[in-house]
């Protein structure tokens, strides 16, 4: 399911036209990514939490010469899904 498949199934299900249910969805997403963003936790019960993980710096290497570098740290976003979500 991509995200117009996801418009089109919530427009159906909430009864809204396609534009209202892609606004809402859109909302959602851009709700969650500015939390997220400022290191907040979102959690939806029986869905899961939305968390910022940060990967410690390392060493690794270039594997076209073999020659070590440095990789920053780095942060991005995590999903946990919820027990409900993982017994399907």
């Known amino acids: 399911m991509n ?9 159906a299900n909430a009864g809204l036209s396609s534009a209202d249910a892609g606004a809402a969805v859109d909302a959602v997403f851009d709700t969650i990514a500015g939390a997220v963003k400022k290191r907040e936790q979102v959690a939806i019960a029986g869905f899961g939490t939305f968390i910022a993980k940060t990967r410690a710096a390392r060493d690794g290497r270039n594997p076209a010469t073999g020659e070590p570098l440095k990789i920053p740290e780095k942060t991005s976003a995590a999903f946990k899904p919820a027990t409900a979500l993982k017994n399907l």
């Open 3 to 11: 995200k117009g498949d996801l418009t089109k199934a919530v427009a």
